[in-house]
């Protein structure tokens, strides 16, 4: 889910189709001819530039390139595993920036994946995609399988609760290689209850913690996108602050220390206690 604002602009084209969760719509972008906009029940999923794999309209998505970026060496192949499809926007990045990577694309709707497959198609057989629950498909991956982990998946406007629970955070850091990165898209805005519990929770199980967002949420002005970022390695926070300072839409990192701050006196959640992420406030035109 993403904060992005609907655009005003009239769109190229439209093309809409039933799948298996909702009303699919893929919306040309009016600045890009190969650009769209992919729509699930009208909540912004995805946006993608078949010419440009490079250029991502997103902002939270942005920060997650940056992870890519700084995760190894440039151009560096890694073993990667996406829990949530869309439209595979920062599969097709890693393809690009990291030829001959690895990856497997995890998406609940078997519909909207051959939705994408035929008219976003994406011309790199190191991309597997996969229909699936996200949770049971990731206990099926062997130990150290990957080195990118990144959990972006939302029912509706909302990460459906089993995927927030500190035994979900232990089957992710069992997937992942040593020194493997976890990077997880957090919607929450005001009080931040709900992001504060997932960085307790990541904080149970990794040693190492960072978190990007835009200053208007972390102040709680506004509702959005937090990127957390953990791994059992020193992240490379002074970069990571460095690209966000420097991106078009800038945003505050926080290193190990002050993401532990932030999570203040929350508590882990549990597959007992786990809740879903908070709805978005009315008119919010979610990721």
């Known amino acids: 889910m993403s904060s992005s604002s609907r655009p005003e602009r009239t769109a190229s084209a439209v093309i809409r189709a039933e799948v298996d969760h909702g009303l ?14 992919l729509l699930l029940d009208g909540t912004a999923q995805s946006h993608v530039d078949l010419d440009d794999p490079l250029h991502l309209e997103f902002e939270y998505v942005r920060r997650m390139a940056h992870v890519v970026d700084t995760m190894a060496d440039p151009y560096l192949p890694v073993s990667a ?47 597997e995609v996969h ?11 062997g130990a150290g399988q990957a080195d990118l982990l990144v959990l972006d998946v939302f029912a509706g406007a909302r990460t459906p609760a089993h995927l927030t629970s500190i035994e979900f955070v232990r089957d992710v850091h069992r997937v992942l290689a040593p020194g493997g990165t976890y990077v997880a898209n957090v919607a929450d ?38 990127v957390l970022v953990a791994s059992d390695q020193p992240l490379p926070v002074a970069e990571l602050t460095r ?11 926080l290193g190990d220390a002050g993401t532990r701050r932030f999570a203040g006196r929350a508590a882990p959640r549990t597959d007992r206690t786990a809740t879903p992420s908070p709805d978005p406030p009315a008119g919010f035109f979610g990721r």
Not at 90 to 109: E, F, M, W
Not at 131 to 141: C, E, H, M, N
Not at 243 to 253: C, E, L, M, Y
């Open 24 to 37: 699919a719509e893929l919306v040309g972008d009016p600045d890009r001819s190969q650009a769209w906009t």
């Open 81 to 127: 595993v996406h829990l949530g499809g869309g439209a595979w926007t920062l599969p097709r990045y890693v393809a690009a920036t990291r030829p001959g990577s690895t990856q497997r694309v995890v998406d609940l709707d078997r519909a909207l994946i051959e939705l994408v497959r035929t008219r976003l198609p994406v011309d790199d057989p190191g991309i």
């Open 131 to 141: 229909s699936g629950d996200a949770r049971a498909r990731l206990t099926g991956i």
């Open 189 to 226: 805005g005001g009080g931040l209850d709900f992001a504060r519990s997932q960085v307790a929770t990541a904080a149970a199980v990794f040693a190492e913690l960072a978190l990007m967002a835009v200053p208007d949420l972390f102040t709680g002005r506004r509702f959005g996108n937090l």
């Open 243 to 253: 690209r966000a300072a420097g991106d078009p839409f800038r945003a505050t990192v």
